[in-house]
């Protein structure tokens, strides 16, 4: 019976696959690509589609400029596309609409690296509400900065371009008009007021100091860290200033304030099906992004530049293709979506009654599974490091290294490995096996030195088994170790690596709620259960920028705890 119903729903399925073939027309052909762009973006659309058509000469557009208020009515239909810039923490205007990241304007807080106060400020921060203060004191655009040691006069400059000023009085908290009365200067003359002046602190674009081929500031200029959190100290998510790739990387991330951040989007209607806007937006968010940078914009980040081109790939659905149909044509397709349906639910109460049939009494109290101590195994005999790996010495003197129980517990379920070779040698605290979930990765460090003798080949086949079986048969490698014994003062054992996973539950939380609450994302929340239990799995379905901060403020500072 079973196997007649499977066959019969198959059937149908390539009958209904053939008629839709049948019944579909090709889609229509793209005549010309209407592009709209707001005001501020106007430049640099123009100069992207320049550069595009040098290699792209057929592209037939259409270039239209339009409010920010018209953009969504404008951009209609499967041939127009956005160019458009919008604050990061204001309401959308285009939220409801597809949107890919090709840029942003940074507008960041600088100081002159000769400051008296300059080991201080780079040490703590400075939090916007010390920097009002400083500034509604001001007297002829002067004013101080107190500490328990010093009392410094402090010089203000601006760039002199709009959104600067705007960025810095919602950041400040201030009226723009007060920002009038600062010095208002143009790119060249800020950067020599700033190097110049011991006590200058100025507010410009990240691209005004930036430079474009050493990727990093301009001399005797550094970017003044901002105290987020008003503690009086740089936590560990605020420290983010000591390169402009880690900086454009933790802004891209959520660490920066949003008041400081414009972001330029291109918007469609949908997913942009049409090839020539697709095309015209992979390159956009490739080859395009030399001339972010070149116009005076932070171009994206690595990471975002694969994701993007990962977003502009077709999702794969079943769907046909809107047709002028006839009415015989539409009653076929009624007549199929409603005997397919029949089928599906003969189908579902068939296979229902069978489980119901076979199916013990089951408890109907639903558990949450929660993640602390409790739920790990800490088998005895086994080295643990606080790179959360294990090992194990086994007759002849080769070292068995695998996986802890927490990493799998935190991350979720593997679906990919990258290991090493056998022959390879390792580094106590070099990189040693990368674990992917569905794209996103951490990268774990060798708890010992010595050379790779064997690899666990059915974790290529079969990478959950380090989920399920993190101290059996999912192992990872067999080194033959070159320190051994000195090393081996490193590890710990039981009782001892149990306080220490203790000590890791709480840093992981201070993790999640710290980085959760930077970002605003709301995928944050199913990672505690009510009263502050984490949830098993917290990092499983967050945002590939959540695993890398993962790996950078939590994997790679675990020695350090």
Known sequence: MRTRILTTVVLLLLIVSGARSQNAENPAINDQVKIFTTPEMRNLTEVWIAKYLQTNTDFNFELTPVSRAEVKDKITGDQAIGIVMQQADVSSTIGEMWQLPLGREVVVTVFNKANPLAKELTETGVSANELATVFRNNDKNRGTLADSKNRENLNFYVLDEPEVKLSVAKFLEVDPTEISTLEALSQDKFLKAVQSDINAIGFCRLSAITNLEQKDFAENIALLPIDRNKNGRLDYYENIYASSEQFERSVWIGKYPHSMIYNIYAVCSAFPENAEINNFLSWLTSSGQVLVAQNGYTELVHSEKQSNLEKLTPPVLMAEYESASTGSTAFFRIFVAVLGLLLVLVVVRYFIRKQKAKAPLLNKTRYVKLLNEASLDFPNGLYFDKTHTWVFMEEGGRVKMGVD?????????????????????????????????????????????????????????????????????????????????????????????????????????????????????????????????????????????????????????????
């Open 405 to 561: 129980d927490f990493i799998p517990n935190v991350t979720g379920n593997y679906t990919r490995l990258i290991m090493k070779s056998p022959g390879e040698k390792v580094k106590r605290m070099e990189p040693v096996v990368t674990l992917i979930r569905k794209g996103k990765q951490i990268t774990l460090n060798s708890p010992v030195s010595g050379t790779i003798k064997e690899i666990n080949e059915s974790l290529v086949a079969d990478p959950f088994m380090i989920n399920n079986e993190p101290y059996g048969e999912g192992w990872v490698y067999k080194i033959e170790p070159s320190n051994w014994l000195r090393e081996t003062q490193f590890l710990k054992m039981g009782s001892s690596y149990r306080e220490w996973i203790i000590g890791e539950f709480s840093r992981l939380k201070d993790f999640l709620a710290c980085s959760l609450n930077i970002m605003n994302l709301e995928e944050g929340k199913p990672a505690f259960q009510e009263g502050g239990e984490l949830m098993l799995h917290p990092l499983k379905d967050l945002d590939p920028k959540v695993w890398e901060d993962f790996q950078n403020y939590f994997i790679n500072t675990a020695d350090t705890h």
